[in-house]
């Protein structure tokens, strides 16, 4: 198998089950709320997504762009678990998930201003040595 496809299942495979971990465990002992079996799926559906997207980065070699997303993710799990900390008189569950998806694309955004800068600087160091 080539280097970059393992990569690729490496990365999905990994950042998946670290999300549903930190799912699984911030919901489960820090809110201490009933898991259902259509919140594992939930979990299991999320995670693969988020799984999918930094390892499709990686695979069209953005890596500054994957590298963002998955610090963004952290970052997200980061301040989910600091908001369910919080409580916020029952809002801390849906405060913290919002916390996490838009850290999630704060990180996908950030990235792909950083990819594109990174392309411009790239093309336009080129177009200086040619001349």
């Keep these: 198998m080539e280097k970059s496809k393992k ?3 490496i990365i999905w495979i990994m950042v998946s089950i670290i999300s549903f971990l ?11 709320t009933q898991i259902t079996v259509q919140n594992i799926m ?4 999320v995670s693969l997504i988020f799984g999918a997207i930094s390892s499709c980065l990686y695979l069209l070699k953005l890596k500054i762009a994957c590298a963002a997303l998955i610090a ?3 970052v997200g799990f980061f301040e989910m678990y600091r908001m369910f900390f919080n ?4 809002w801390g569950d849906l405060v913290g ?3 996490l998806f838009t850290w999630m694309v704060i990180g ?3 990235g792909t201003v950083g990819q594109f800068g990174y392309f411009l600087y790239k093309k336009l160091h080129t ?3 040619a001349q």
């Design 97 to 99: 998930l919002m916390s």
């Design 22 to 32: 930190f799912f699984f465990l911030g919901i489960k002992f820090i809110l201490g």
């Design 127 to 129: 177009n200086k040595k």
């Design 7 to 9: 990569k690729f299942w």
């Design 42 to 45: 939930a979990y299991i559906i």
């Design 72 to 74: 963004g993710i952290i």
């Design 108 to 110: 996908l955004c950030a």
């Design 87 to 90: 409580d916020l008189n029952g």
